[in-house]
């Protein structure tokens, strides 16, 4: 059974940081593609990062590019989400999902991990 679980959430202040986890099981994602989305109260969901298998990295927006880093380590199964500088408005539920990097969609997802950025 594949599984995706995410760890690291937590309540944090504006300005500060926090590193999410997401341990896969079930298979090897070493040749996956691994991203982290997050849905916040009453909105879309929304694409934060993905890593390639090659170390290539991408990021939803500038602001996601300047004060967070996704890194993996295929030797774990793990992929990390550094977040720096937290603001209120980064509040949400962080999913952790996988896909084929040749396929359209993500097919493995996480249940998510709380992040709540509040004084």
């Known amino acids: 059974q594949v599984q995706l679980v995410e760890s690291g959430g937590g309540l944090v202040q504006p300005g500060g940081s926090l590193r999410l986890s997401c341990a896969a099981s079930g298979r090897t994602f070493s040749n996956s593609l691994m991203g982290w989305f997050r849905r916040a109260p009453g909105k879309e969901r929304e694409f934060v990062a993905s890593a390639r298998s090659s170390g290539g990295v991408t990021y939803g927006t500038e602001s996601m590019k300047g004060r967070f880093t996704i890194s993996r380590d295929n030797a774990k199964n793990t992929v990390y989400l550094k977040m720096n500088r937290l603001r209120p408005e980064d509040t949400a539920v962080y999913y952790c999902?996988?896909?084929?990097?040749?396929?359209?969609?993500?097919?493995?997802w996480g249940q998510g991990t709380q992040v709540t950025v509040s004084s």
């Open positions: 999902a996988a896909k084929g990097e040749t396929m359209n969609n993500y097919n493995y």
